[in-house]
């Protein structure tokens, strides 16, 4: 019997498939293993049951979407995952991977972890630069599991990941969030020589009140691949409310006069933090495209 389902975690070129009756461990039928190069975590499969616990893939349905960091299938939500402190927040590494996700037509959310670590003030300036962005703003101390309920809330009935750099505290998040999932599926981190657990694989879990949630391996850097410059500017969602009124319908609002988007940096209606980082990254593209 044929049955849908999705591919939860890969492992050693087998895939922990999701159907209905549960969990079936299974390989590609090898023709498959041809024609797809991979079989990405989050793709929707067929496969025939070989027996209770195993099973065969016979076919990947198209994708919905793909993000490339990490590579995962059909989500629809990225939480951005930084820590206010132990890695310090850079905005310009989150204004960078919020742009290569707006590019990769997923929605985003951010999560400042580890907010026990600061003042509350420092929080709020983070906050106020995403929340005046449009973004909604999630602030956790996960070990303490301090607004691990208004995310999962969030997160019920999309599937999403936790991306970020690395020791920000993804892990402990996606383990708060459902910490029976957790214990069934197993270790998924490795510990580096430093005595820390590094996240080396995506893998899906259930979220409580539906929806699926995947813990991801941190990133360092990142490269806007794919993304020119007159791409970039349709990446800012804050930007899209002026630029209709910019002079030109070409203007990267940089140095064009009447521009409409630097006006409301100006006046406050866009921060300047978002706008500076936007410069930077704008000029990274040129010298990347030169
Ligand atoms: N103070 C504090 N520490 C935290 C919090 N959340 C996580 N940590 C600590 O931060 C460290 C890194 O946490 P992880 O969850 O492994 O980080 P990660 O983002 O999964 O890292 P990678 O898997 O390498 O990408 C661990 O020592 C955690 O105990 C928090 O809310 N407050
Ligand atoms: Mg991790
Ligand atoms: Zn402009």
Redesign the pocket.
């Known amino acids: 019997m044929r049955r849908q389902g999705t591919v939860m975690r890969a492992f050693g070129g087998f895939y922990y498939v999701l159907v209905e009756s549960g969990f079936l461990t299974c390989k590609p039928r090898g023709k498959l293993r041809l024609e797809k190069d991979e079989i990405l975590v989050g793709d929707r499969v067929e496969v025939s049951a070989v027996d209770d616990d195993t099973g065969i893939i016979e076919q990947v349905f198209d994708r919905k979407t793909v993000l490339s960091r990490p590579k995962i299938a059909n989500v629809d939500l990225t939480v951005v ?1 930084i820590a206010a402190k132990n890695p310090d927040p850079s905005t310009l590494l989150v204004d960078r991977y919020l742009a290569l996700v707006a590019h990769h037509g997923l929605e985003a959310v951010l999560c400042i ?5 600061v003042d509350e003030s420092a929080i709020q300036s983070l906050f106020d630069i995403y929340r005046s962005a449009g973004y909604d703003v999630f602030v ?5 599991g301090h607004g691990i309920d208004e995310l999962r809330q969030r997160l019920s009935e999309t599937t999403s990941v936790l991306a ?1 750099p ?7 998040i996606f383990k708060a969030l459902c910490p029976e999932a957790e214990a069934k599926i197993g270790e998924v ?1 490795r510990r580096t020589g430093r005595g ?4 080396r694989h995506a893998q899906l879990v259930r979220v409580e009140g539906g929806g699926l949630v995947a ?1 991801s ?2 990133f360092s850097y990142l490269r806007l691949d794919g993304i020119s410059s007159s791409d970039l500017r349709l990446l800012y969602q804050e930007f899209r409310l002026y630029m209709q009124q910019c002079k030109f319908k070409s203007c990267l609002h940089r140095a064009e006069p009447e521009c409409a988007v630097k006006e409301a940096v100006e006046s406050g209606r866009i921060h300047r933090e978002r706008y500076e980082n936007y410069l930077k990254l704008l000029s990274e593209i040129e010298l990347d495209q030169g």
Do not use: E
């Open positions: 995952v972890n580890k907010a026990d670590l956790t101390a996960a070990i303490y970020g690395s020791g920000v505290g993804k892990s402990v981190s820390r657990h590094t996240t813990d391996p941190g």
